[in-house]
Structures are given as C-alpha cells and as structure tokens.
C-alpha cells in the first residue's frame, strides 16, 4: 500500500542545479532508510546517495562533494539536491525506502517509478 511519489526531474545546463524529491505515503511505517539511485542507458543502476532514520549519509564517489541527501521527518519526504551538474550525470534517477510496517514489523523495500534528469546544453 505504501507508495514513493518522485518529483523533480527534468533538463539542466551543464553547471546548473535540480533538486528531487520523494515522499513515501500509504501505510503507517517507520523509515529505516531512503535513498537515490540512478541508471544511463547501457549501464547498471548505480548508488548515489543515501540516508538513515539516524541521519547517517552515504554519497558516490561521483557526486560527493556535488549532491546532498537530505530528508524531511514530518513529510517522509527524501530531498537531493544536485549542483554542478554534468552530463554524465543525465539518468533516470529512483527513489527507494526501506520501510517498517508498524502493524506487522516487517521490513519492506520500495521502488519509485523513476524520473528523468537530462543535463544539456
């Protein structure tokens, strides 16, 4: 019944900024992670950032520096938000979450259904 809705996506210059969002909804849960992941054509889904229910964050080697992961309590909402864009950075980029049913306690992974980050000039 959960949900991950992502928003955000679109077309950048190269240098230039988006910020992505996904809200997770539905069920009553508690988050024990949300994350970004990302995936080019021809080439496997990627790490891009991640982060804990304890605010623990985990980032690529790729767009540390560049990308902040950060997130939202009260929404359930997980941000990121990239600067600097490049080109290889143009992916579809998902959202996913590992939520914790508060009625079952089961652990549960979730998918987004992906938004398009294209950086061009």
């Known amino acids: 019944q959960v949900q991950l809705v992502e928003s955000g996506g679109g077309l950048a210059q190269p240098g230039g900024s988006l910020r992505l969002s996904c809200a997770a909804s539905?069920?009553?849960?508690?988050?024990?992670?949300m994350g970004w992941y990302r995936q080019a054509p021809d080439k496997q889904r990627e790490l891009v950032a991640t982060?804990?229910?304890?605010?623990?964050?985990r980032y690529a080697d790729s767009v540390k520096g560049r990308f902040t992961i950060s997130r939202d309590n009260a929404k359930n909402t997980v941000y990121l938000q990239m600067n600097s864009l490049k080109p290889e950075d143009t992916a579809v980029y998902y959202c996913?979450?590992?939520?914790?049913?508060?009625?079952?306690?089961?652990?549960?992974?979730?998918w987004g259904q992906g938004t398009q980050v294209t950086v061009s000039s």
């Open positions: 996913d979450a590992y939520l914790r049913d508060m009625n079952s306690r089961q652990l549960r992974h979730y």
């Open positions: 539905g069920s009553i849960f508690t988050i024990n992670a």
């Open positions: 982060i804990t229910s304890g605010d623990t964050t």
